[in-house]
């Protein structure tokens, strides 16, 4: 296929249809219960339905006691299972690979574990904090960088201090941006998600509430019209989704984020950079066509953080550049996330740009554009004291001939 071909097919919207579950009822299907019951979560239930590499059985059995293996029916779906590289079976089937701790690889690659002054609440930043309030997802990416706290089969335990956080949030008064993260927040009941947004809501300061999560994605049938009847009482609410391919999009999600969005919720999108995933400008650029078509704005994409065994999904920062280059100029503003590196240890996200500044001299700028055109921009001068002086008398003038 030519590169145009490969964008034509990727921008079409594609239903999810349950060839591998013949005996379930679009009732069953369309319930998010059902689909969270019927999730694929182990070797047997996944060999039943597709055959696997040895590096991933092997990764299979690794997972269960790293990062557990679950895949809603839903996501099942899309992948293609006679493609080994598939970029949908690439995020959720573990591999072999994940066992290997590569050389600056961490199990806290943000440094979040010592930036929590109450457990389950990350405050790097002066004005926002991260609430970690749930340690399950519906599926779990299998470059999660809170792999070391999610899915419940780790080492370590997310542990959740809900009077503590709000005492704190309460108590300092520069906090006016709470995210809600985890885990994934749309995984918690109506009720439990309504209390929290309440307690928050009756903060006076904070001013901003968001809610990051990949439900939408891997569960767009959690997004009923009860869901976002509870979540417009609580604007300004913005909920941040991640979807990382542009198959991912589907009639089903497209139509979960349309609910959403006529909540009067504004979307974003946050996406990782993941090799053989999602590296090449042509599918970042399907990518960000669908997601304005689903009415969400790509905000961040993310190079891949260093969390264990993930060096078979990371790509280089050359890779992430060169994608942006491609976007920028060459299609809508609104479409172009920005590129970050969240700081290896705890630097917050670092914004990474190409460079368009050619050169930079005392009172002017060198620029290239998209196209390598050569632009040069001069810094403003002030009013030279002659035109300063003509212009006050000139005005005095006008000034006495219409007042007399
Ligand atoms: C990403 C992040 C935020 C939010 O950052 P924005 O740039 O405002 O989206 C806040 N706190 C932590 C710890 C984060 O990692």
Redesign the pocket.
């Given at each position: 296929m030519t590169d145009e071909e490969t964008y034509e097919a990727l921008t079409q919207f594609d239903n999810a249809e349950p060839t591998l579950w013949p005996n379930v009822s679009p009732e069953q299907w369309n319930d998010y219960r059902w689909q969270l019951k019927n999730r694929v979560s182990s070797l047997a239930a996944l060999e039943s339905k597709m055959k696997l590499c040895a590096e991933e059985r092997a990764g299979v059995l690794l997972a269960g006691h790293k990062l557990a293996m679950s895949i809603t029916p839903h996501f099942f779906q899309l992948i293609d299972r006679n493609d080994p590289d598939c970029p949908i079976r690439q995020q959720v089937i573990p591999r072999m690979e994940e066992g290997w701790t590569a050389p600056d690889e961490m199990a806290d690659p943000?440094g979040?574990d010592s930036?929590m002054p109450v457990p389950g609440l990350?405050h790097?930043?002066p004005d926002?904090?991260?609430f970690l309030v749930t340690d399950r997802c519906a599926s779990y990416c299998r470059y999660c960088t809170r792999s070391r706290v999610v899915s419940g089969v780790g080492d370590q335990q997310l542990e959740i201090q809900w009077e503590a956080a709000f005492q704190y949030l309460e108590k300092h008064q520069e906090v006016r941006?709470v995210?809600l993260s985890g885990g994934d927040p749309l995984l918690l009941s109506d009720d439990k998600l309504d209390r929290i947004l309440t307690r928050l809501r009756a903060i006076p300061h904070i001013q901003f509430v968001r809610i990051g999560s990949r439900i939408p994605i891997f569960l767009p049938q959690r997004i009923t019209p009860e869901l976002c009847t509870m979540l417009q009482k609580h604007h300004p609410l913005f909920v941040s989704i991640h979807s990382n391919h542009p198959r991912e999009l589907t009639t089903e999600v497209r139509d979960a984020l349309g609910r959403l969005a006529n909540a009067g919720i504004p979307l974003g999108n946050q996406s990782v950079l993941l090799r053989g995933i999602n590296d090449q400008p042509n599918i970042q650029r399907a990518l960000v066509h669908k997601l304005l078509m689903c009415r969400v704005r790509p905000y961040?994409l993310y190079q891949c953080d260093l969390i264990n065994g993930s060096s078979h999904l990371r790509t280089s920062v050359a890779t992430g550049l060169d994608i942006i280059e491609k976007l920028r100029g060459h299609t809508t503003g609104y479409g172009i996330p920005q590129y970050v590196i969240?700081g290896p240890g705890g630097g917050?996200?670092i914004p990474l740009n190409p460079e368009y500044i050619l050169n930079r001299q005392p009172g002017r700028v060198m620029l290239r554009n998209y196209e390598n055109a050569v632009f040069e921009y001069p810094d403003p001068q002030p009013m030279p004291n002659h035109v300063r002086d003509e212009l006050l008398s000139q005005t005095n003038q006008l000034n006495t001939t219409h007042v007399g």
């Open positions: 943000c979040e930036h990350v790097r930043y926002r904090v991260l941006d995210l961040y969240d917050g996200k």
